[in-house]
């Protein structure tokens, strides 16, 4: 079975220092990995994927396949940033995802 | 276009009662999922409905059950209801995107409290 774990509960940061959220995942096939974001009191929201190999807000992820993680960075954290980060995977045909326990940021001024 | 909707946003219900969950999907979305988020659990893939039929399921017992109607809206039903079937239960709603891959839109999730 498939799964991903997230080791840091809670990542705290100041503002305008790198911050990369850490992601591992088990699975033995060709996975989607995906990270989504919760923001205080709104929903949450995809931030990127891999599949599409962009940068949003200033965060990128890259996938390694042979280390099994999709680690997000971003080299400046803004105190903007501070939320809720989940880690997840799609394996199968569908839209079933497999999210990690989450990470909390706290960007400090 | 307007977002995901899930109706009611709260409801208290009692153990053994049942309850049931809607959601509204963006207009043109096929695919409606429902999630559970517990602060033990997580979050927790319950199943996914697409054209009416249930194409992924969660490890989930049998008293969680869904259906989708022919304008893609889905509800979801938990019968015999469990203290520990309190959490907050999201739906998201997706159509092919670039890449043949899907972007899953949540809405703002329902909070179940069993007492």
């Known amino acids: 079975a498939q799964r991903v774990t997230q080791p840091e509960k809670l990542l705290s940061v100041f503002k305008g220092a790198p911050v990369e959220l850490k992601c591992n995942y088990s699975y033995s096939g060709s996975p989607e990995l995906f990270w989504y974001v919760q923001y205080s009191r709104q929903r ?3 931030l990127l994927r891999h ?3 962009e940068s949003i807000k200033g965060f990128t992820a890259d996938l390694n396949k042979g280390e099994t993680s999709f680690h997000l ?10 939320a809720m980060y989940y880690c997840a995977l799609k394996t199968a045909a569908g839209n079933k995802l497999t999210f ?6 706290l960007v400090k001024p | 276009k307007a977002g995901v909707t899930q ?7 009692t153990r053994g009662q049942q309850v049931t969950l809607s959601c509204s999907p963006i207009s043109g979305h096929r695919s409606v999922s429902w999630y559970q988020q517990t602060p033990g659990q997580g979050l927790q893939f319950l199943f996914e409905y697409f054209s009416e039929t ?5 490890n989930f017992p049998g ?20 203290l520990g079937d309190s959490a907050l239960y999201l739906c998201a709603s997706s159509s092919l995107g670039e ?16 007492l």
């Open chain 2, 63 to 82: 008293r969680f059950s869904g259906r989708q109607f022919s304008n893609s809206r889905s509800e979801m039903n938990v019968s015999t209801l469990e």
């Open chain 1, 100 to 105: 990690g326990g989450g990470t909390r940021v």
């Open chain 1, 51 to 53: 599949i599409s190999r």
């Open chain 2, 7 to 13: 109706t009611p946003r709260y409801l208290i219900k």
């Open chain 2, 54 to 58: 249930q194409r992924n399921k969660g």
């Open chain 1, 44 to 46: 949450l929201q995809l």
């Open chain 1, 73 to 82: 960075k971003k080299p400046f954290a803004q105190e903007e940033d501070s």
């Open chain 2, 99 to 114: 890449l043949n891959t899907d972007t899953q839109y949540f809405g703002p999730g329902t909070r179940l409290t069993v």
